[in-house]
């Protein structure tokens, strides 16, 4: 933490309780310490705020029991404001705590304006808001569904408090999400896909529509494997996350893309020196069309496609209830023998 921030901190600890009643108002005090469902500010009593620097630790300190999240009081006005920069954080707790702005850092600097609602930036801003899977709801969601990736998989993220509207009712409720970076070629985010997840552990939310996506997804995917501009001669593309994360599962060398629907398959961009392309079917119409037309343009592109078969109704269900070896085996009979020794090695 720089020394600017340092201050800031400690400056917010002398006044914890009322940084707490402003930010965290969902809370509410309980002896020397603010009770909160996190540092979202949702209801709850996971999270505790210490209001008064005492032999265990400084005021404005603050854990979450239930995510094991640790901080100060500038993480509480970073993200129950869902603020990104730090010039953005250190303002505004500057105004909460009536200091001037230091004139030499700031002279000409505007504050960033909010994120249009579903625009690239706003998926940006969710994305850095959240943390890696590793530990986390989001980990044990995709272990449940047979899934184990490394924690190298940087477009996989976990958001504890992940707003999610009812379409019908306008209700609004925060709920634990799995946070998929759908990105071109790049490495850029252009869009993400958000798949919130029951509280207690039991896979998807129980709600009408567990799964959005936002921002501009046509031509981009959510890239499992890919290093931003080196040449793909092989990949995988399909529709689904879970989909293509099964087949990463078992081919963990070959990078694969979910494109989130069959139209947005359709209109993929291929990698540089893409020479091969493997499909994952669905059983859908829908997914015939994607795949005919993704079909299509990658042969006007010089690109060898080949359709990869499910035995059930999609690759998580294989992986799920055949198991990796058999799914392995599966797969083997449907590659080329060289991506065979290549992706699918002996054992």
């Given at each position: 933490?720089t020394?600017?921030?340092?201050?800031?901190?400690r400056?917010?600890?002398?006044?914890?309780?009322a940084?707490?009643?402003q930010?965290?108002?969902?809370?509410?005090?309980?002896?020397?310490?603010?009770?909160?469902?996190?540092?979202?500010?949702?209801?709850?009593?996971?999270?505790?705020?210490?209001?008064?620097?005492?032999?265990?630790?400084?005021?404005?300190?603050?854990?979450?029991?239930?995510?094991?999240?640790?901080g100060?009081l500038l993480?509480?006005?970073?993200?129950?404001?869902?603020?990104?920069?730090?010039?953005?954080?250190?303002?505004?707790?500057?105004?909460?705590?009536?200091?001037?702005?230091?004139?030499?850092?700031?002279?000409?600097?505007?504050?960033?304006?909010?994120?249009?609602?579903g625009?690239?930036?706003?998926?940006?801003?969710?994305?850095?808001?959240?943390?890696?899977?590793?530990?986390?709801?989001?980990?044990?969601?995709?272990?449940?569904?047979?899934?184990?990736?490394?924690?190298?998989?940087r477009?996989?993220?976990?958001?504890?408090?992940?707003?999610?509207?009812?379409?019908?009712?306008?209700?609004?409720?925060?709920?634990?999400?799995?946070?998929?970076?759908?990105?071109?070629?790049?490495?850029?985010?252009?869009?993400?896909?958000?798949?919130?997840?029951?509280?207690?552990?039991?896979?998807?939310?129980?709600?009408?529509?567990?799964?959005?996506?936002?921002?501009?997804?046509?031509?981009?995917?959510?890239?499992?494997?890919?290093?931003?501009?080196?040449?793909?001669?092989?990949?995988?593309?399909?529709?689904?996350?879970?989909?293509?994360?099964?087949?990463?599962t078992?081919?963990?060398?070959?990078?694969?893309?979910?494109?989130?629907?069959?139209?947005h398959?359709?209109?993929?961009?291929?990698?540089?020196?893409?020479?091969?392309?493997?499909?994952?079917?669905?059983?859908d119409?829908?997914?015939?069309?994607?795949?005919?037309?993704?079909?299509?343009?990658?042969?006007?592109?010089?690109?060898?496609?080949?359709?990869?078969?499910?035995?059930?109704?999609?690759?998580?269900?294989?992986?799920?209830?055949?198991?990796?070896?058999?799914?392995?085996?599966?797969?083997?009979?449907?590659?080329?023998?060289?991506?065979?020794?290549?992706?699918?090695?002996p054992?």
């Open positions: 933490m020394g600017s921030a340092s201050e800031l901190a400056r917010l600890g002398d006044h914890a309780e940084v707490c009643r930010y965290l108002s969902n809370g509410r005090r309980v002896g020397n310490y603010w009770i909160v469902g996190d540092v979202r500010d949702i209801q709850g009593r996971s999270m505790h705020v210490r209001l008064k620097t005492n032999s265990k630790g400084l005021a404005g300190k603050w854990v979450d029991e239930a995510t094991l999240e640790f100060d993480d509480v006005i970073r993200e129950s404001c869902g603020l990104i920069e730090f010039r953005d954080v250190a303002d505004e707790a500057r105004r909460f705590l009536a200091m001037p702005r230091p004139q030499a850092q700031d002279s000409g600097a505007q504050r960033q304006p909010a994120a249009a609602r625009s690239p930036d706003a998926a940006r801003r969710l994305f850095a808001m959240s943390r890696p899977v590793a530990g986390t709801l989001a980990e044990r969601y995709l272990a449940g569904r047979g899934i184990l990736l490394t924690a190298r998989e477009a996989l993220r976990f958001h504890p408090g992940c707003y999610y509207r009812d379409l019908v009712t306008g209700e609004m409720q925060t709920l634990p999400a799995l946070i998929s970076a759908v990105t071109d070629l790049n490495g850029r985010i252009t869009g993400l896909q958000r798949t919130w997840l029951d509280p207690n552990g039991d896979g998807k939310a129980h709600v009408d529509d567990p799964r959005r996506s936002l921002g501009r997804l046509l031509g981009n995917g959510i890239w499992l494997g890919l290093n931003s501009g080196a040449p793909v001669p092989v990949m995988a593309a399909g529709e689904g996350l879970e989909t293509m994360a099964s087949l990463r078992v081919m963990p060398a070959l990078p694969v893309a979910a494109a989130t629907s069959a139209n398959l359709a209109g993929l961009t291929f990698p540089p020196g893409c020479r091969r392309l493997y499909i994952a079917a669905d059983a119409a829908a997914g015939r069309q994607g795949i005919q037309r993704l079909s299509q343009r990658a042969g006007e592109a010089g690109i060898a496609t080949l359709v990869l078969r499910p035995q059930l109704g999609d690759f998580n269900d294989d992986l799920r209830h055949l198991g990796p070896p058999r799914l392995a085996a599966w797969l083997g009979d449907q590659l080329l023998p060289e991506d065979t020794r290549r992706f699918l090695p054992g």
